[in-house]
């Protein structure tokens, strides 16, 4: 099982940018797969992005690609979404999550490990 840590939410006006980074442990050596989710209260999580571990390729959800951009770093195993010009909808609760899947999946199914979440707010 891979320890999933997110770091890097937290409030911006709209139009501004965040970086969130997830550290995974011990290793990428039991998953194929990372992606970016996210939650509103209340709601089903979403699915924003993915990353082949090998690779590098990425696929997005159409709601937030061209703002979002997915990327990993596998030598210190560190999974990151950079969120450029951010919407008040976009406030909510951030998990990155790891898994051995098959294809561009965005289902929370398909993915086995997660993060505890990290808090991203944005104001108009």
């Known amino acids: 099982q891979v320890q999933l840590v997110e770091s890097g939410g937290g409030s911006v006006q709209a139009g501004g940018s965040l970086r969130l980074s997830c550290a995974a442990s011990?290793?990428?050596?039991?998953?194929?797969?990372l992606a970016w989710f996210r939650q509103y209260p209340g709601k089903k999580r979403e699915g924003l992005a993915g990353?082949?571990?090998?690779?590098?390729?990425?696929y997005y959800a159409d709601s937030v690609k061209g703002r979002f951009t997915i990327s990993r770093d596998n030598n210190r195993h560190i999974l990151y979404l950079q969120m450029n010009n951010l919407k008040p909808e976009d406030t909510a609760l951030y998990y990155c999550?790891?898994?051995?899947?098959?294809?561009?999946?965005?289902?929370?199914?398909?993915?086995?490990?997660w993060g505890q979440g990290t808090q991203v707010t944005v104001s108009s």
């Open positions: 011990p290793s990428y050596l039991t998953i194929n797969r």
């Open positions: 990353i082949y571990v090998a690779g590098g390729t990425s």
């Open positions: 999550a790891a898994g051995w899947v098959t294809g561009d999946t965005l289902k929370t199914s398909d993915f086995s490990s």
